[in-house]
């Protein structure tokens, strides 16, 4: 899943545990500019310094997955929870490649666009259809 916003606020990281950390912030959604919603979400892990080389007031587009899980507490009751966990931010118009780096990527800004066919097209063979 994926959502366009601008960046409201960006929270510290957190070490919740030894092994755990997250770093939370806020993008304002206007799906209806009339009535923005301000949604959280959250970085875990390795993750966290994606928000590094961003700002508030920026636009950006965040990859995320919705996450679910269900708690049983003390008491005999459950309880549900639901998180927003982005793995991608980029900055709109603006695409990822992936670099030879480990786990890395690297963004560049699109190029426009052109009314030329894409290159593969031009060394298609009519008859060798596989069909």
């Given at each position: 899943m994926n959502i366009k916003g601008k960046l409201v606020e960006i929270?510290?990281?957190?070490?919740v545990t030894?092994?755990?950390?997250?770093?939370?912030?806020v993008v304002e959604f206007a799906e209806n500019?009339?009535?923005?919603e301000f949604?959280?979400?959250?970085?875990?892990?390795?993750?966290?310094?994606?928000?590094n080389s961003y700002q508030v007031d920026q636009e950006i587009e965040i990859h995320f997955?919705?996450?679910?899980?269900?708690?049983?507490?003390?008491n005999g009751g459950v309880k549900y929870f639901n998180t927003l966990q982005a793995w991608r931010l980029t900055t709109p118009g603006q695409k990822v490649t992936q670099?030879?780096?480990p786990g890395q990527a690297e963004v560049q800004?699109?190029?426009?666009?052109?009314?030329?066919p894409p290159a593969w097209l031009d060394n298609a063979d009519d008859e060798d259809v596989p069909f």
């Open positions: 929270f510290d990281e957190q070490q030894g092994s755990f950390k997250k770093r939370e912030f500019p009339q009535y923005p949604i959280k979400f959250e970085l875990i892990q390795d993750k966290c310094g994606l928000l997955n919705l996450k679910g899980r269900k708690w049983n507490d003390p670099n030879n780096g800004t699109q190029a426009t666009t052109s009314n030329e």
